[in-house]
């Protein structure tokens, strides 16, 4: 690990003093123990800020699009989950490849905070993390501790079937082997939430979107939500203002409609980066909504998840003579 | 608020004597924004139209509603009715009581009603939503494409060529005249096919209006309605047709014989050839899949003895731009190959078992017998011969569901001529029923079942041969009893389909195919020789089976539509056409390959927010002249930046929550 966060640093600020690019999108030391912030380098001196370690959550693909109509180079940091959303930015035309350099970390996997910090004091400091394959030893001025993956890793990492970028300029560690029986999703999940009778499913959600606060965090961290302007915050004319189904209310059937739009607008689009469900703050288990759409989408039409490929054509706007019509 | 009127029509009994018209206009009269309404009888009708044009000056009505028919059928009437008011003719709404209700829901008219109810609520709610639109111009090219060169591309191109308007005609083969010139007699009158062909296809060679292209195949065709541009590629023919003079020497001594397709593989031609002798263009091309030069042979032959110097085996293919106004497609048919589903019949091991094409050929006097009826297997006259019917077709398992249409027909005249030419001889027909809807049709048949013909109803279950006889064993479904003929030969009347490659043709003018793939018109009654695509238009057998009578009156329908584009110098393209809202575009371009009409591209804008430098971003443009407002591409934009107007985002959620709450 320590390896590649000097390669890291070494990278960007070489990449800084070339003027390659005008900044480094990366990780910087967070407010406790086990929290990074996304950080903005933008010297050499800033690039010896960046870190990488398994408590390095965010997908900052989206960061890009803040600087989506300036001139000028950036660099990214990405995980194998994150780098998807690079290839969706450039499908969705939201960001041009040639303004990218992508600085890809070949992951494994991420340390799920809540579990780290009943262990750890929060307020010790980090001084070096390894990846010893099975387990992390994370070492702080409050001694040092072992956390095995299989206990510790966040559960979208302990699934998780791109470890290494799909997609990179530079490759900041070794290729980590991903085994042939990993490389395919069981949506295990999913296949649990098929089996709920309807009504179980309802109370389900119900349950869930009635907490839901229509802060738009999922919305705004969501590399495939790139619209200019939410239809759900588009001015509507008054009359629509109280009986419309964009309505930003937060009720359970208004916010019945805006996550299943929501969901529809990702279908075949989702990267399956789990950012949405991680920001969530009333913890929605929104992954299940949009793998459920991805597992359906590969049983129609044989697609694997988004975001593989950048010329991946969308099952939902490309049309093959072998696309299923059973409701013709 | 708008000022609504609601017309609610009766359309005599129609809508009358289900729902209570009265009623329902008193109803009406009570939606936000209704001023007026009205029941009448014939809303569609001279009185009726008036009675739409006064009230709107009457009461200041700035929008229509008219409660009637499907507005497939009147809402252009209706349109033009404000429009004579002196009302955008897009402020109009309708409300579809009639197939929608009362003719679905006759039987409970008390239900009926609180749906109409419904329906005109409905109409209301997106009446006042409704905004004027206007179409745009776009100027014209005034010339027209015709592919394919059977009996239906040469009368749409000599009809719209005498018009006075340039044509362009592709066809694949080395010559024009497509199935017409290889049938022998034509039904029901039994007048000479090339006599009455061969005619017209000099008469396109020599139209100052026409511009043939054979041996040409459409390679690309982009643009819109009144503006298409259209590549062609001329396939190369290895002989220089302006230094040949079509002497035949080369046909003549060509060692390299090929089983000759003209003739349904009886009989051989040359690698060098013209299909037939009355060719047009008379010139011949070298086949290079035959030729022997083409195959590292020696040879050279056709080269040392042209006496023009036309023989060029290096010529190579080549592409031609052309811009057209108007497309005709008349691709026509192939038949069935039967000889891949029908495993009874032998799956083509039995060389006496032939189709009806095959049959014209060997009654044909330019045939490959010289007109005598030989059959294939040993050139012996056949003295007994068995025609089945509906080979392929209406036989959904094996082959097509639909009817063929001309089988009947031409199996009548099949028999009729074997009867006639052959002495002694007998023809049985297997038939599964006998149509002959058409002029002279029935008493043809008459004619022919008088001659002696052996009409058998039944299908045939199996044929095989034995010793140098056909044994066709069928049923007699009317006497309910088994039947065996021996034959000495057997003609299948195989089911017509598309041309091979309609699929491409279809996708290059954008046109969709029905479930059989013939060329999907654009409605079956009312629009029969128009497509889906504007300025693309359907004749012949490409659109379905039919015969020599009706593929003409369809190629001089499509004609007269093609003279009507062409005879205006611009037109207006449809208003209910997509819209970007280029605030919201992301320029994401998801809507341009879901866009059947390819209407959508990206553009460039240049975007000054205030305090902020210019900068420019990709937006998607609509072109007004290939969109037909068909919707998909709204389904596609996830912010909403486009869509049809006429049928926005406002406007639908109005109706459904007039229907729904
Ligand atoms: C056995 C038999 C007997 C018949 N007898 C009679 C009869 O007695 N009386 C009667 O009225 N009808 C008869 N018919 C029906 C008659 O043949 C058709 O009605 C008529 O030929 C249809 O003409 P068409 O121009 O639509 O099609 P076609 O004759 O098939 O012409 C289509 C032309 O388009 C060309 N083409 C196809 N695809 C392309 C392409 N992609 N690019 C360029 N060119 C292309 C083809 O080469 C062909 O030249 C008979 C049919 C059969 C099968
Ligand atoms: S929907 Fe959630 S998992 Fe899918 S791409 Fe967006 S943030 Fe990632
Ligand atoms: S789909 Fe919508 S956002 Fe994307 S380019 Fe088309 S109009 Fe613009
Ligand atoms: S409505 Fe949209 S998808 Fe349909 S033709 Fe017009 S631009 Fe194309």
């Not at chain 2, 008219?66 to 004579?84: D, N, Y």
Request: charged share 25%; aromatic share 8%.
């Amino acid at each position: 690990m320590k390896q590649i966060v000097d390669r890291l640093r070494q990278e960007a600020a070489r990449l800084l003093a070339a003027g390659d690019v005008a900044m480094v999108i990366g990780y910087a030391k967070g407010t406790d123990v086990a929290r990074t912030t996304p950080y903005f380098a933008t010297n050499e001196e800033e690039a010896q800020n960046l870190t990488w370690n398994p408590f390095c959550t965010n997908n900052l693909v989206k960061y890009l699009l803040d600087f989506r109509f300036e001139d000028t180079k950036l660099a990214v940091v990405v995980k194998g989950c994150d780098s998807k959303g690079i290839n969706r930015l450039i499908y969705d035309r939201q960001f041009p490849r040639e303004r990218v350099v992508v600085l890809g970390v070949p992951c494994g996997g991420l340390l799920d905070r809540s579990k780290v910090l009943a262990t750890i004091d929060p307020g010790a400091e980090l001084q070096s993390v390894e990846d010893l394959g099975q387990e992390f030893v994370v070492r702080t001025d409050h001694g040092e501790f072992t956390f095995a993956k299989e206990q510790y890793l966040l559960p979208k990492c302990a699934v998780c079937r791109n470890p290494n970028p799909v997609i990179s300029d530079v490759l900041l560690g070794e290729e980590l082997p991903v085994a042939e029986e990993e490389k395919s999703d069981t949506f295990d999940d999913i296949v649990e939430m098929e089996a709920l009778d309807p009504a179980a499913k309802s109370a389900f959600w119900d349950r869930h979107f009635n907490r839901c606060l229509r802060c738009y965090a999922c919305r705004n961290v969501c590399p495939a939500c790139n619209c200019r302007e939410c239809a759900f915050e588009q001015a509507v004319p008054g009359w629509q203002q109280e009986a419309c189904w964009l309505s930003k209310k937060a009720s359970v059937d208004n916010n019945y409609t805006f996550h299943l739009i929501r969901m529809f607008d990702v279908t075949g689009r989702c990267i399956d980066c789990g950012e949405c469900e991680r920001v969530c703050p009333v913890n929605i288990p929104l992954r299940k909504l949009y793998r459920k759409v991805i597992k359906d989408v590969q049983e129609l039409f044989g697609d694997t998840t988004p975001g593989l490929n950048i010329g991946d054509g969308l099952p939902l706007t490309s049309y093959r003579k072998e696309d299923p019509e059973e409701f013709m | 608020m708008p000022r609504i009127g609601v017309f609610v029509c009766w359309c005599g009994s129609n809508i009358g004597g289900v729902l209570d018209c009265p009623q329902l206009a008193r109803e009406a009269a009570s939606f936000p924004g209704v001023v007026y309404s009205v029941d009448y009888k014939y809303m569609c009708s001279e009185p009726g139209q008036n009675l739409i044009i006064e009230a709107i000056k009457e009461h200041r009505l700035d929008r229509v509603v008219v409660a009637s028919c499907s507005p497939r059928l009147h809402e252009e009437t209706f349109r033009k009715a404000l429009a004579r008011a002196g009302l955008n003719p897009y402020l109009l709404e309708m409300a579809n009581l009639r197939e929608h209700c009362s003719w679905v829901h006759a039987k409970e008219p008390e239900k009926a009603q609180v749906k109409a109810v419904d329906l005109v609520r409905r109409a209301v709610a997106k009446a006042a939503l409704l905004q004027p639109l206007v179409s745009s111009q776009i100027p014209v090219t005034k010339r027209c494409l015709v592919i394919g060169g059977g009996i239906a591309g040469i009368q749409c191109a000599l009809d719209i060529a005498d018009a006075g308007h340039e044509v362009i005609l592709v066809e694949r083969e080395p010559t024009i005249g497509g199935n017409m010139v290889k049938l022998d007699k034509t039904f029901p009158t039994l007048d000479c096919s090339a006599c009455i062909s061969t005619p017209k296809m000099v008469a396109v060679a020599s139209h100052p209006n026409i511009k043939l292209y054979t041996y040409a195949e459409v390679a690309e065709i982009g643009g819109y309605i009144g503006n298409f541009k259209v590549k062609i590629k001329q396939k190369a023919r290895y002989v220089d047709h302006d230094k040949c003079t079509g002497c035949g020497t080369c046909w003549e001594k060509c060692p390299s014989k090929v089983p000759d397709d003209f003739n349904g593989g009886l009989g051989t031609r040359k690698a060098i050839y013209i299909p037939f002798p009355q060719a047009v263009p008379n010139k011949p091309v070298i086949d290079a899949n035959h030729c022997r030069v083409f195959n590292n042979k020696k040879c050279r032959v056709c080269e040392k003895l042209c006496p023009t110097g036309a023989i060029d085996y290096e010529q190579q293919d080549t592409f031609i731009d052309e811009e057209v106004g108007a497309i005709v497609v008349a691709t026509g048919y192939e038949l069935f190959d039967w000889t891949k589903a029908y495993g009874e019949y032998g799956y083509g091991m039995y060389p006496d078992v032939i189709t009806g094409l095959q049959f014209e050929r060997l009654v044909n006097a330019a045939g490959p017998t010289g007109g005598k009826i030989k059959r294939p297997s040993d050139g012996k006259e056949p003295k007994t011969v068995v025609f089945v019917k509906c080979v392929g077709s209406r036989d959904e398992a094996k082959g097509k569901s639909y009817c063929s249409r001309v089988c009947c027909m031409y199996t009548a005249k099949h028999a009729h001529q074997l009867l006639e030419k052959v002495p002694d001889s007998q023809a049985y027909i297997f038939y599964m029923d006998v149509r002959t809807p058409g002029k002279g049709y029935e008493e043809f048949y008459q004619r022919t079942v008088q001659d002696g013909a052996i009409y058998v109803r039944g299908r045939v279950s199996k044929i095989y041969q034995s010793g140098d006889k056909l044994v066709v064993r069928g049923a007699d479904t009317l006497l309910g009893r088994p039947v065996e003929v021996k034959a000495d030969m057997v003609v299948l009347a195989t089911a017509m389909q598309p041309a091979a490659g309609v699929e491409t043709t279809a996708r290059l003018v954008g046109a969709p195919v029905d479930q059989d793939g013939f060329i999907q018109e654009a409605h079956p009654k009312l629009r029969p020789v128009e497509t889906h695509t504007a300025g693309v238009y359907v004749a012949g057998c490409c659109q379905g089976p039919k015969d020599i009578p009706d593929t003409v009156a369809q190629a001089s329908g499509a004609a007269a539509k093609v003279v009507g584009l062409l005879s205006h110098s611009k037109m207006s393209t449809s208003a209910m056409i997509s819209t970007v809202n280029e605030a919201l575009c992301t320029g994401c371009m998801l809507c341009e390959p879901v866009c059947p009409y390819k209407a959508i591209e990206p553009k460039v804008i240049t975007e000054r927010l205030p305090g902020q430098p210019p900068r420019e971003r990709t937006v998607a443009a609509v072109n007004s002249g290939l969109c037909q407002g068909c919707g998909c591409c709204n389904v596609a934009c996830r912010p909403g930046a486009i869509q049809v107007k006429g049928f926005t985002n406002e406007q639908m959620l109005a109706e459904v929550d007039a229907i729904c709450l």
